[in-house]
Nanobody
Framework: QVQLVESGGGLVQPGGSLRLSCAASGFLVSNYHVSWYSQAPGKERLLIARISTTGVTTTYPDSVKGRFTISRDNAKNEVYLQMNNLKPEDTAVYFC?????????????WGQGTRVTVSS
């Protein structure tokens, strides 16, 4: 059974840190580009971070650059998002996406999300 399971969310004070994990099962995440998205209540899902299959290339929007770091451990079939200096506007549900790029069209898997609340 193919699954992506996020964990690590919770309540944190502004300026605090959290580390989110995305555990893949039923497929090899090493073949997939992996992204983290955030979705705040009533808002669209936004790309937060992306990492290439080898981990060499990472991409971040300006809103999180310098604060968030995406990484992967292909041996463990996991991807991580280290979030530092969290702000109230980072409050959202965070989703993990794994995408296989192929000639016949992409294959996408999504996790169920983990909630992050930044509040004092």
């Amino acid at each position: 059974q193919v699954q992506l399971v996020e964990s690590g969310g919770g309540l944190v004070q502004p300026g605090g840190s959290l580390r989110l994990s995305c555990a893949a099962s039923g497929f090899l995440v090493s073949n997939y580009h992996v992204s983290w998205y955030s979705q705040a209540p009533g808002k669209e899902r936004l790309l937060i971070a992306r990492i290439s299959t080898t981990g060499v290339t990472t991409t971040y929007p300006d809103s999180v650059k310098g604060r968030f770091t995406i990484s992967r451990d292909n041996a463990k079939n996991e991807v991580y998002l280290q979030m530092n200096n969290l702000k109230p506007e980072d409050t959202a549900v965070y989703f993990c996406n794994a995408r296989l790029v192929r000639a016949s069209g992409p294959v996408d898997y999504w996790g169920q999300g983990t909630r992050v609340t930044v509040s004092s």
